[in-house]
């Protein structure tokens, strides 16, 4: 079987992806931020803040329209196995949708070494090829969960609408923090990595959005993967519906051709748990930027069937944010 240098094909993204973000202004809402009143220009800074011990990278992206005076949503976007805060930036192209949509879209980065990037500490799982976590790595939960307060005293942040999405590895850690980090995410949204944590500490509802394809090489729809990937995409969202308390049968619906919706309704707290099948896709961000034939060997085949940008957001809005 061929090795998937899975870091290295999302990394190079950065050469020849772009995106032209439209004009738009920014979200209200009426909970305060400490960081409201400080200026902030719109465009992506990557700042170096001091968590847990270690200095940690963060690319923001601080919407066209943001005026610091009023406040507005929070999203982490968190990168694949062997990627960085710019490469996610410029694989998934979201930086366009929080600008129409007007919220800060933040890029933390990880700091175990892969390849030309980085992996994530996801808790109790191995790396990407089985290797094991280091002793001294850090604690990756607690520092996506500071993150947010850390960005509350440098943005007009709403703390009552934050959401987390991500992709691969990335999207792994997310489906953890809907676990342990249930009181500070409103929604969470994995993206061709959708797992249940087990044991998940929390019993408190959370809404979660996924998105997979059929042909993914990497994280098989169908389970059967590496050591952290055994159970199918469809097993993982039937348990988070159990966790969060969803009474009805599950929906199916095409929202476009190639895509089956299921939706689990009647959950607690106003929840709900929807996952996206895209027939023939690869390991890919639905909708994101194109990438080159040499890349999309490695990760499979991309579809534009539905965004992922615009589909999250939409989750995201639908539940609080």
Not at 41 to 63: C, D, F, K, N, Q
Not at 266 to 293: D, F, M, N
């Amino acid at each position: 079987m061929q090795k998937l240098n899975i870091g290295v094909a999302i990394t190079a993204v950065l050469l020849i992806a772009a995106v032209a973000p439209p004009t738009a202004g920014a979200a209200t809402n009426g909970s305060s931020s400490s960081g409201c009143g400080i200026a902030a220009t719109p465009g992506t800074t990557t700042l170096s803040l001091g968590i847990g011990g270690h200095a940690r990278t963060v690319r923001v992206h601080v919407p066209t329209g943001y005026t610091g005076d009023r406040t507005v949503p929070l999203v982490l976007n968190l990168h694949g196995s062997g990627s960085t805060a710019a490469g996610q930036e410029a694989f998934t192209g979201m930086d366009a949708t929080a600008d129409a949509d007007g919220f800060v879209v933040a890029y933390p980065q990880a700091l175990i070494p892969e390849g030309t990037g980085f992996d994530w500490n996801v808790p109790g799982q191995p790396l990407v090829g089985g290797r094991r976590v280091p002793k001294d790595a850090a604690n990756d939960v607690a520092f996506v969960e500071q993150l947010v307060p850390a960005l509350q005293q440098r943005y007009c942040i709403d703390p009552s609408q934050v959401g987390v999405t991500g992709f691969s590895g990335g999207a792994r850690l997310s489906s953890q923090l809907g676990c342990d980090a249930a009181g500070v995410f409103d929604a969470v949204a994995p993206v061709s990595g959708l797992r249940y944590p087990s044991p998940c500490p929390s019993k408190q509802a959370v809404p979660v959005l996924s998105l997979h394809g059929t042909a993914d090489p990497v994280d098989p729809y169908n389970g059967n993967g590496q050591r952290y990937w055994t159970y199918s995409v469809p097993v993982a969202a039937k348990r988070w519906a159990a966790h969060d308390g969803c009474s009805g049968p599950a929906a199916k619906t095409q929202p476009a051709p190639g895509v089956t919706l299921t939706t689990y309704a009647g959950c607690s707290s106003g929840s709900s748990v929807q996952l996206y099948t895209i027939a023939g896709a690869g390991h890919e961000w639905p909708g994101g930027p194109r990438l080159r034939k040499r890349l999309t060997r490695v990760l499979g085949p991309q579809s534009n069937a539905v965004g992922a940008d615009d589909t999250i957001w939409s989750f995201f809005a639908a539940h609080g944010l």
